[in-house]
């Protein structure tokens, strides 16, 4: 299943509300969600963002693609940084213990 992060519309006529959620990438904007992450209320001065990181970044880690918007929330959070800088670490250590040459009979 491709999942997305996107937004789910929610309050009135001229007072959006938005929800952020991970829902399958061929449901509906408004349809059901698999989980919600958190919400954005961009009527307010400064606008609002309240997102679980920890659940971002898992829906990141698994494959979850972010729409346009919510990537720029994402890395307005600093989510999106702390989650290239785990993977850069990762990579990083696994370079270490990789050995520099291939160990076979040519010795």
């Known amino acids: 299943m491709a999942t ?8 009135g006529k001229h007072d959006p ?9 061929r449901t509906r904007r408004d349809g059901p969600a698999i989980e919600e992450l958190g919400h954005y ?3 307010k001065n400064p606008p609002v963002v309240e997102i679980d990181h920890e659940r971002a970044k898992h829906w990141l880690h698994v ?5 346009d918007t919510v990537r720029s929330l994402l890395a307005r959070q600093g989510i999106l940084a702390d989650l290239a800088q785990a993977r850069r670490s990762a990579s990083a250590s696994g370079a270490k213990n990789a050995p ?8």
């Open 4 to 11: 997305k992060i996107r937004l789910k519309r929610l309050g």
């Open 17 to 25: 509300h938005f929800r952020i959620v991970v829902m399958d990438s």
């Open 41 to 43: 209320d961009p009527t």
């Open 63 to 67: 494959g979850a693609q972010p729409s």
């Open 100 to 107: 520099s040459e291939p160990q076979g009979e040519n010795s």
